[in-house]
């Protein structure tokens, strides 16, 4: 059994999913006007423990995710530049070829860490929901909650009256009137607007949106949708509702979620997902990473500074998804130590008896499933992992929950086992120089050798 912490119950309690033997899944992906930095990589990393762990409790994951091309560009809760056609003047592209740079770049990044494709739609570009592909969706929703009396139309906009749902606001448990006195006054641009927190569902290309360059004809003239439909818009099309599992970050359970929630239940009377997950902020150094701070990464400086993506990856399982992470570089190094020695123990399987059988796991898995308790699985695992053998079965079992490729350790070849027999036969008759000699010679065919009592062990950098 899988226990989750859902936000929208504040509480951890059992998965009970809405079929017994398959779980809907929807992740939101990224926003393509840069490269995908090292906190969001950890959310992406989390989605895909979540779905890795379902699967290895025996669930059928549909698993959905987003790719924001278009949509999350200006919102009525943000003034700030248009990040999409920042981005398109900074690397003098257009915005469409902004965007395909850098899904290239996020699929390649997500391939470095390990993380699975999602597998719950296949469209026109491939496996992930590109949200220029779901406009006439977009668009329906809105006809939708306009005919519901849901959504109102100004001269710059049409918004989704938040007034006119009784429990608006329910995954943080605030009331209307209390985000109503905490609204900021200085994003409420739109004097046509009836409630300060409305949230608009699709922009019309007037005013201060007039120069955008991504639009679709509608029958309320040019527009471009607003940051929270796509994703409602999406879910109905692929997985429809209610889904089991909806994730983010903690970032968006205030906004983001919260509207989504809003237009997907009064559109279609049904709510949207049984349990919403969150994953907490990165930090780096201590604070928050920001590129005029100097402390912003992406995946390339990790791999520029000689680390393994997998480094990454474990440093990210060795802290609990609810929990602030904070990011160091030395913190990456140890990863990339016990990585090593994982790495080493998986060795094993080519160079002695396995002892550690799948069954000899439970304790580790039980961790997992008990709201993605990584760091406590990892401990399990690295008092497992020493000179006992695993068979690559539990390898592959540790890979299903963790992604860290043990069980891809491949064999060395024959000669380079003939050297180590020689250098074993060097060692015993105490020529240290030929010894030394040999090892070298290893390592600089990428092994590394471990002398133990039972021999020497060896070990593919």
Request: aromatic fraction near 10%.
């Amino acid at each position: 059994m899988i226990k989750l912490h859902n936000t929208l119950g504040r509480r951890t309690e059992p998965f009970k999913p809405l079929h017994s033997d398959r779980v809907t899944l929807y992740t939101c992906g990224p926003t393509v006007y840069d490269y995908s930095h090292i906190g969001n990589l950890r959310a992406f990393v989390f989605d895909d423990t979540l779905r890795r762990a379902l699967e290895a409790t025996d669930y059928n994951v549909k698993h959905v995710m987003n790719i924001t091309d278009v949509g999350h560009l200006v919102s009525d809760e943000d003034e700030g530049d248009d990040k999409l056609e920042t981005g398109a003047a900074r690397e003098q592209m257009t915005v469409q070829e902004v965007a395909e740079f850098y899904i290239q770049a996020f699929e390649k990044d997500v391939e470095q860490l390990n993380i699975l494709k999602p597998n719950g739609y296949r469209g026109p570009h491939g496996q992930y929901a590109r949200a220029t592909d779901f406009i006439k969706e977009q668009l329906e929703l809105v006809k939708i909650l306009i005919d519901k009396g849901f959504g109102y139309i100004t001269e710059q906009a049409i918004y989704f009256d938040v007034s006119k749902l009784k429990d608006y606001g329910k995954l943080t448990g605030q009331k209307l009137a209390d985000k109503e006195v905490g609204a900021r006054s200085d994003v409420v641009t739109d004097d046509a607007k009836r409630n300060p927190q409305d949230f608009a569902l699709w922009f019309f290309k007037v005013g201060r949106f007039a120069d955008h360059s991504l639009s679709w004809p509608s029958q309320w003239g040019d527009g471009f949708p607003g940051w929270h439909l796509e994703c409602s818009a999406i879910i109905h099309a692929t997985l429809g509702e209610p889904i089991d599992i909806h994730t983010g970050g903690v970032d968006h359970i205030g906004t983001h979620h919260t509207n989504e929630i809003a237009q997907t239940e009064a559109a279609y009377d049904t709510e949207l997902a049984k349990y919403w997950l969150h994953n907490e902020h990165l930090l780096v150094d201590g604070h928050k990473m920001a590129k005029s701070t100097g402390n912003f990464y992406i995946l390339k400086d990790v791999i520029d500074r000689g680390y393994n993506p997998l480094a990454l990856r474990l440093l990210y399982l060795q802290s609990h998804y609810r929990s602030q992470m904070n990011f160091t570089w030395d913190a990456l190094s140890a990863a990339a130590a016990f990585l090593k020695s994982l790495q080493a123990w998986a060795d094993l399987i080519h160079q002695t008896e396995a002892e550690i059988k799948p069954e000899d796991l439970g304790h580790i898995k039980a961790a997992v499933c008990d709201d993605l308790n990584t760091p406590a699985a990892l401990a399990g695992l690295a008092e497992l992992a020493g000179d006992k053998a695993p068979a690559k079965a539990a390898l592959e079992q540790l890979d299903k929950l963790f992604g860290l490729k043990l069980a891809d350790r491949q064999d060395i070849d024959q000669p380079a086992k003939d050297l180590i027999k020689q250098r074993e036969t060097a060692r015993q008759a105490g020529d240290w120089e030929k010894s030394d000699e040999l090892r070298d010679k290893l390592k600089q065919q990428g092994i590394e050798l471990n002398d133990t009592p039972n021999g020497s062990r060896w070990h593919k950098l």
